[in-house]
């Protein structure tokens, strides 16, 4: 269920009620393996873009660009791109249909969520 805001505006005369749809998304700074494992927590989107995830990826000579870790937060710029910068490569995504859309969202092929 999806948390609701409640905006009451006067406009004139008339008082018009206006329902705007918050999304409540994860947090984490270091998702890795199917769990969070620094700064976890919760944050809200009261309006604008929404959950934002971005798949940390690193080089390596033998592998290429290898999946190292998420990060899991809300953003008001939320837009889906990918960076390559040196040896550090990320791509970001973002969602705002559902609570918590953003959750085990990991790249990497070596874990599979439960």
């Not at 948390?3 to 008339?14: K, Q, S």
């Not at 918050?22 to 620094?38: D, E, I, L, N, Y």
């Not at 944050?43 to 870790?69: K, L, S, V, W």
Request: proline share 3%.
């Amino acid at each position: 269920i999806k948390a609701r805001h409640n905006l009451l505006v006067l406009f004139g005369a008339r008082l018009v009620i206006s329902l705007t749809p918050a999304t409540v998304c994860m947090v984490c700074s270091v998702f890795k393996k199917g769990r969070c494992k620094a700064g976890k927590g919760n944050c809200t989107m009261e309006q604008g873009p929404g959950c934002r995830t971005r798949d940390m990826f690193y080089f390596n000579i033998r592998d290429g660009f290898a999946y190292n870790h998420t990060q899991l937060d809300c953003s008001e710029d939320c837009k889906s791109w990918k960076l390559i910068r040196g040896n550090l490569k990320v791509s970001s995504f973002c969602c705002n249909d559902e609570d918590f859309c953003n959750k085990y969202k990991g790249r990497s092929k070596k874990w599979k969520p439960h």
